[in-house]
T-cell receptor, first 111, second 112 residues
């Protein structure tokens, strides 16, 4: 099993650009989520999904969109990148919300 | 909200037992307590979860008193590789599912 994979590992964007962070899992988990982690801070939940076709907002959803067309994939879209979105983004999957498996993260720098 | 409070940092020496206490005064009846570990530049890793009394696995023990307003993560005989941030979390039902709220965690530094 590859577990949770994220691409790209690192990305530099200019303000106003859009991009999609990819997340995939091969554990057949229903629950998937996206977090961001700013330096020296804990993780903050952006969006989550309890199954294909179902998504919901977390603590900091503004500026991000998600969709869940399959059980395996949960992409995160930045609509118009801003410097405040510079962060490390983690995707996670699980059978329930508490015991999540996290991916290696995507480091995003917005100039 | 079942917010958790834990120390910002702790130091320990190799071979010692480390106890990290977390308070969660507003925990709800059906909430579980979950601990994660995070190394630099990596995603968090699930360590242990419990509801009451004591839970033990190959990595740690979790002690939860009867009132469940606090919990203590115990790491036996730590090594340098246990240096990490440890998060105490209580899952809360919001929206369509339970969600985890990560605080700042406890930075554990193990010294030689």
């Amino acid at each position: 099993n590859a577990g949770v994979t994220q691409t790209p590992k690192f990305q530099v964007l200019k303000t106003g650009q859009s991009m999609t962070l990819q997340c995939a899992q091969d554990m057949n988990h229903e629950y998937m989520s996206w977090y961001r982690q700013d330096p020296g801070m804990g993780l903050r939940l952006i969006h989550y999904s309890v199954g294909a076709g179902i998504t919901d907002q977390g603590e900091v959803p503004n500026g991000y969109n998600v969709s869940r067309s399959t059980t395996e994939d949960f992409p995160l879209r930045l609509l118009s990148a801003a410097p405040s979105q510079t962060s490390v983004y983690f995707c996670a999957s699980s059978w329930d919300a508490e015991t999540q498996y996290f991916g290696p993260g995507t480091r995003l720098l917005v100039l | 909200l079942a917010k958790t409070t834990q120390p910002i940092s702790m130091d320990s020496y190799e071979g010692q037992e480390v106890n990290i206490t977390c308070s969660h005064n507003n925990i709800a009846t059906n909430d579980y307590i979950t601990w994660y570990q995070q190394f630099p530049s990596q995603g968090p890793r699930f360590i242990i979860q419990g509801y009451k009394t004591k839970v033990t696995n190959e990595v740690a023990s979790l002690f939860i008193p009867a009132d469940r307003k606090s919990s203590t993560l115990s790491l036996p005989r730590v090594s340098l590789s246990d240096t990490a941030v440890y998060y105490c979390l209580v899952g809360e039902f919001r929206g369509s599912a339970r969600q985890l709220t990560f605080g700042s965690g406890t930075q554990l530094t193990v010294l030689p």
